[in-house]
């Protein structure tokens, strides 16, 4: 069995690399590895007549596979003696909070974030709200690689202790006065706002903090049917949620991916707001606050924000790919606040995970404080010229990166024609059959030009 556990969480082709047979297999060993450290031998035991079992809360954005996936892994869920909370469409970072709100043992997202619609996944909170260490992932890797062999040793209760299944009727509304609750005092009134919701998870809870803030909302791409999630919407394009700032003359916009953990802005003249711009203006009105000397962000993240940085006496720290790393590096030095460029921005000391609502919220609350557009806010980072060209790879070959001689030779040789001006970063999706090629240089034009020839180069090389 290949590696099941990408960079967040399982991901595969709905209904045929991720079944709901595996499925199934990971409710049992999630619930189980997330779980076990309850009192007595196994995750369930009886007490004086009374039924212990594990609490997990379910939760899955709008894709038309998520109705399949959601009853297969309550199923396996039950199988071991779960209490299943089914919290419906709800954000990643929903369950992240509610998991803890609600004092649960686990918690587990069904989403595949801003991948295709015919993707899905699933990934696991624990009781803290906190995505799963490697060492907890391989754990559940390992009893479901068992369990396929046919080597299934996990409890099976019998009786009044098969699990059970409870609907979350609240679970969007306890999200929401949550979100309201890290901005208090915020009044929005007189700014006209764009949400873009890219048919996602966002759809419902979106609209409604903001509304509820007072601001002019408009909202698209909120209707979701199942088969449009990220259509042509959503932080992976964000052209409509742009043209409709213009066409409006909103004050900003703001778009979420799928699954709702990372949205990216527009500011009144629509320009993009990256990650990167987020967390400078988030980080620098912290700073002024007392309130930070430090962010934490990945490799991938501009030199512009690192400048920008140092002007104003932040530190900045670097990570590997992935909001874990940030996670890891944050809670490692009770730091709080980091994310990524492609808009995971992650708040410690509200939530456990990125959650694009909030980012968003903490976004206009500085407009209203400063009484600054956007735009003023985000010009005082100046973003080098970065590029970023996908190569399609299939996975079983990405490890071939790091030893082809002719992907080696190219990357030496632009890296001398770069001339210590630059910075390439090449590195496999860990959730996409993908290798992105990012570079960073004084001029547009060539670090484009080098970065579609090494992309075509490593894309010819390993297929």
Known sequence: MGKLFGTDGVRGVANTELTPELAFLLGRAGAYVLTKEKPGDTAIQANK????????????????????????LTAGLCSIGAQVYCAGVVPSPAVAFLVRHYKLDAGVMISASHNPMADNGIKFFSGEGYKLPDALEDEIETLVSQAQQGNDTLPRPTGAEVGTVEICKTAS?????????????????????????????????????FKNLGADVHVINNEPDGV????????????????????????????FDG?????????????????????????????????????????????????????????????????????????????PLGGEQSGHVIFKNHNTTGDGILSALKLAE??????????????????????????????????????????????????????????????????????????????????????????????????
């Open 173 to 209: 509304q306890d999200y929401a006065a949550f979100l309201l609750e890290t901005v208090p005092g915020l009044t929005l009134e007189g700014l006209k706002i764009v949400l873009d919701c890219a048919n996602g998870a966002t759809s419902e809870v979106a609209p409604i903090v």
């Open 49 to 72: 007549g009374l039924k212990i079992a594990p609490k997990v809360l379910l939760g899955k954005d709008s894709r038309v596979s998520g109705d399949m996936l959601e009853a297969a």
């Open 366 to 463: 500085i407009m209203s404080e400063k009484k600054a557009s956007l735009s003023q806010l985000k010009n005082a980072m100046e973003a080098l010229p970065q590029v970023l060209v996908n190569a399609t790879v299939p996975n079983n070959r990405k490890p071939e990166l790091d030893t082809n001689e002719a992907i080696q030779k190219t990357q030496a040789k632009i890296i001398e024609q770069m001339a210590g001006e630059g910075r390439i970063l090449v590195r496999p999706s860990g959730t996409e059959p993908l290798v992105r090629v990012m570079l960073e240089g004084r001029s547009k034009e060539k670090i484009q030009e080098w970065a579609n020839e090494l992309a075509s180069v490593i894309q010819l090389q390993l297929n």
């Open 228 to 255: 449009n999630i990220n259509k042509n919407c959503g932080s992976t394009h964000m052209d409509g949620m742009i043209a409709q700032v213009k066409q409006i003359n909103a004050d900003a916009g703001f778009a």
């Open 259 to 335: 699954d709702g953990d990372r949205m990216l802005a527009a500011d009144e003249t629509g320009e993009e707001m990256d990650g990167d711009a987020i967390l400078a203006v988030c980080g620098l009105k912290m700073h002024e606050r007392g309130e930070l000397d430090e962010i934490v962000v990945t490799v991938m993240s501009n030199q512009g924000l690192e400048i920008f940085c140092e002007k104003n006496n932040i530190k900045l720290f670097r990570t590997a790919v992935g909001d874990r790393y940030v996670l890891e590096k944050m809670l490692a030095d009770n730091l």
